[in-house]
């Protein structure tokens, strides 16, 4: 018999990543049935998800082995109290890469001052602010996870020192690894630039608060294409106004989107970007579902499994 898939994820996904799927499936050699809806609940045995799909009730779904999300956050899945089954959070490669883009391109946005040559007024001839060399600056990383790792090697490609910091020591080759309080205190102390791309659970939130902005480096910036409520805004706003931080790139809020009358948008120090720093691309991530998929068929433990206790 056909492997019952759902596929549950808006209309627009299913008609990008239907082809993509069937001809991923016969190329693996699985004889999958990919549908778009079911009658028969608990004859499935994977779904394919977006938390902005149809399917919102998955008690029924009793018999399914894998909810294969597509996106990369999953505290929008783990809201929803009836999905209780094994969930793998998406870990694309084609999304690392776009989020490389942002992150380094914002991290040189920093670095060589341009939102002061963008703001200066004509004839304002400010040639006292050439940018240190890359290797004289650090750039820390809250959250060295499959995003987070990935832009701080294209960082460091391109010479600048890169911290890391995440909630179990790492070792790697190029990135300087910290974990713990005292972990957090000097990747806080030693960063130029301050990229954070930790998940939003219990324990991050609110993690750039007065308190730790306060153990900064003066004249830091933050960007910030994690989550939204990592920062206590009203802080961030003060350090950005008494001078203590530079500027910051915010791609996230705990209000998506954007409110017109926040502050951050015209704030002179700040750019915001609407949740674009990277998304799942096509053909990369149907790789990975099919891999996931395939794995379950063959009795391997799968890829990317949520830790529901440490949510995420
Ligand atoms: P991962 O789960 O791979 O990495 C998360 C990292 O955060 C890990 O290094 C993890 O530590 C660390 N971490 C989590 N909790 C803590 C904690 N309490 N203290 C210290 N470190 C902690 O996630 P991804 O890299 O795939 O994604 C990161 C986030 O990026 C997503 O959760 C999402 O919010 C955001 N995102 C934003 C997008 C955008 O367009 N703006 C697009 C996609 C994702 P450890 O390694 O020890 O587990």
């Known amino acids: 018999m056909a492997i019952p898939v ?3 994820a808006p209309a627009a996904s299913w008609e990008s990543y239907a082809p993509f799927l069937k001809d991923l499936f016969a190329k693996a050699g699985l004889d999958v049935n990919l ?4 009658d028969n609940p608990d004859e499935v045995k994977y779904i394919i998800y977006a938390p902005n799909g149809p399917v919102q009730d998955f008690a029924p779904f009793k018999n ?9 956050g999953v505290e929008t899945a783990l809201q929803n109290k009836t999905l209780t089954q094994p969930l793998a959070r998406m870990v694309d490669p084609g999304m690392s890469e776009g989020m490389a883009d942002y992150v380094l391109g914002h991290v040189m946005r920093h670095h060589l001052g341009i939102a002061l040559h963008a703001s200066v007024q004509p004839g304002e001839w400010r040639n006292d602010t050439a940018a240190p060399l890359a290797r004289n600056r650090t750039v820390g990383f809250l959250g060295i996870g499959a995003l987070g790792m990935y832009c701080a090697h294209a960082v460091a490609k391109q010479g600048f020192n890169v911290l890391g ?8 080759d190029i990135v300087d690894c910290h974990a713990g309080p005292d972990g957090f205190a000097q990747v806080l102390g030693q960063s130029d630039i301050l990229v954070l791309l930790l998940p939003d659970t219990a324990d991050t939130e609110n993690l750039i608060n007065a308190e730790t ?5 003066d004249g ?3 960007i910030n294409p994690g989550r939204g409520p990592l920062i206590d805004d009203d ?5 950005m106004d008494s001078g203590k931080l530079s500027g910051a790139t915010l791609d996230v809020f705990r209000t998506e989107p954007l409110p017109a009358n926040n502050p951050y948008w015209t704030h002179p120090k700040v750019l915001v ?8 691309r096509l053909e990369t991530s149907a790789a990975v579902v099919v891999e996931n998929i395939e794995r379950g068929e063959a009795g391997k433990p799968f890829l990317h499994l949520v830790d529901r206790e440490a949510g995420y």
């Open 165 to 172: 910091w995440s909630r179990n020591l790492k070792s790697d």
């Open 235 to 239: 802080a961030l706003l003060a350090a």
């Open 220 to 222: 830091a910036a933050i």
């Open 273 to 280: 970007t609407p949740h674009i720093a990277s998304e799942t």
């Open 35 to 38: 549908v778009q809806s079911t």
């Open 213 to 217: 902005i306060a153990q900064m480096k």
């Open 64 to 72: 399914v082995k894998l909810i294969q999300s597509l996106w990369a």
């Open 6 to 8: 759902l596929f549950s």
